[in-house]
C-alpha cells in the first residue's frame, strides 16, 4: 500500500538547513497497525505529514498504491487525503463555532451529498464512538476525553483505507485513552483499516502490530512484529 523509498526532508532558510528525515526506507502493507515511535523533534510529525500527503519530501520516492504520489495533480491529493486517509490531530482541531455533528460531517461536504444524508452518516460514526447524544453540542462544552473521540469520528466519517493518528491519547485521562485504543484495535481487525499512530507511550505502542522507531530522523528500529 505504502512504500518509502529512500526519502528524506530537509528544511532551509536564508541561514541555515535543517535535515529532519534522512533515507527513510518503509513499506507498509493494508491492514497493518503500526506505532511509530520516537523523541520529540525525531522526525515523527514530519514523516506521518508526508505520508497523509500534507507534505513533501525534498529526495526520494513515495509510492501510494503502486502509484508516486509526485505523479498527482494537486486537486487528486486533495481528492486522496479526503476520501482514502483520516486525520486524528493530537489538538482536536475541531471547530466550536459549530455543533459537534457537524465538525464530524466537514470531510463529506466536497462529496456533493444532501446536508440531511451528511448529518445522518455522521450521526452514526458518533453512535460508534458512544457521543450519540452529544451531537448537537459544541465542542468547547466537551471535556478533552469527549473531543479527541469526536476528531476519531472525523476522521472515520469518509471510511478511509488509512488512519494517521498523532499522539491520540496525550490529552486523555488513562482509562479514556486504553477504551481509544481498543477502539482502534476494532476499526483494524473489522475492516482492516491500516492505522498508523504516532506515540511515546510504550504503553500505547504496545497495541500495535509494529513498532517503527525513529531517532534523529533514522530508523533505527522497525524490521519486525512482535511476538
Known sequence: MIKL????KEYS???RSTK????????ICRGEFIAILGASGSGKSTLMNI????????????????????????DDLADIRNSKIGFVFQNFALLNQYPVWYNVALPLHYRNQDLKEIKRQACSYLDKVGLLDLADAYPNTLSGGQQQRVACARALVVEPDIVLADEPTGALDSETGKKLMEFFEYLNSTYNTTIL???????????AGRKIILNDGRIVNGCGYDE
Open 5 to 8: 523509498d529512500n526519502l528524506s
Open 13 to 15: 532558510s536564508l541561514s
Open 20 to 27: 529532519v528525515l534522512h533515507d527513510i526506507n518503509l513499506e
Open 197 to 207: 499512530l504516532i506515540t511515546h507511550d510504550a504503553s500505547v505502542a504496545a497495541c
Open 51 to 74: 505520508i497523509g500527503l500534507l507534505d513533501n519530501p525534498t529526495s526520494g520516492s513515495y509510492l501510494l498504491h503502486g502509484k508516486n504520489v509526485d505523479n498527482y495533480a494537486q
